[in-house]
């Protein structure tokens, strides 16, 4: 690839993308994404060093709402030709987006790893997984300095896994370090996450059959952990929360 990718990298199914610590460098004005998969099945994407390179990039049209305007997230994984599975994002370095850092939207994808990456400085969020995505695995990510959520599965996700995640420097109020609730989510268990100096909640989550324990939480505006409902509903029931620190 070189040091510079012109717009999106399309990525086919059963692919797998490294650079074995080598850096790519998003190109002026292509605003993202670096790597897009609409098929995205048994998909790897692991070991590079990526630089969104924001400060040459449209800004995100609408700062305040969803996010989705100028830019694209750098990693992106869309579905949009199929529900997808087996997708793992491993052990890459990707910093000064100008969006979201890595971005499931809104379809299927059964099977998911983002693990031992480090996200840093994004104008979006960290990690974002959205639609009817489940058998989610997010663990041992370094996310720092975001303007949206650190970590934010959210829709109709299930079957969730949120675990030894540090996230740090949430800087925009409508941001927390971890936000897991969504229109039906159920099966989420979110464990031993250190979330420290936060605009929002600590850990915003809500549904069926919650788990919150061994987490730290500390310096946070609003609350630490806080409970809602799911969107489609006006409750949230059987939930655990154990052994946290705040």
């Known amino acids: 690839f070189g040091n510079n990718v012109i717009g999106a990298v399309t990525v086919p199914a059963n692919s797998k993308v490294t650079l074995q610590g080598g850096a790519l460098k998003l190109k002026d004005g292509t605003n993202g ?23 040459n990039q449209t800004p ?8 989705n305007g100028g830019s694209q997230a750098i990693i992106n994984i869309t579905g949009v030709g199929g529900n997808g599975e087996n997708v793992i994002i491993r052990g890459n370095n990707i910093y000064d987006c100008n969006d979201a850092g890595i971005l499931f939207g809104d379809y299927t994808v059964i099977g998911i790893t983002v693990t031992d990456n480090i996200i840093d400085n994004t104008e979006w969020h960290g990690i974002q997984v959205g639609g009817d995505c489940k058998n989610i695995i997010i663990s041992n990510n370094r996310v720092s300095n975001i303007k949206g959520a650190g970590i934010i599965p959210m829709g109709n996700c299930t079957h969730v896994t949120v675990v030894g995640n540090f996230i740090e420097s949430i800087t925009e109020d409508r941001g927390d370090a971890i936000t897991c609730y969504g229109t039906n989510q159920r099966h989420i268990t979110i464990s031993g996450n250190v979330c420290r100096s936060v605009e929002g909640h600590g850990i915003h989550a809500g549904g069926e059959y919650i788990s919150i324990s061994g ?32």
């Open 60 to 67: 995100i049209a609408d700062p305040e709402g969803t996010g």
């Open 33 to 55: 994404p670096m790597f897009s998969c609409d098929q995205p099945k048994d998909l790897t994407i692991v070991d590079i060093n990526i630089n969104g390179n924001k400060a």
């Open 215 to 246: 987490n730290t939480v500390d310096s946070t505006t609003a609350a630490g952990i806080y409970i809602r409902s799911n969107v489609s509903a006006d409750y949230a029931k059987n939930i655990s929360i154990t052994g946290n620190t705040i």
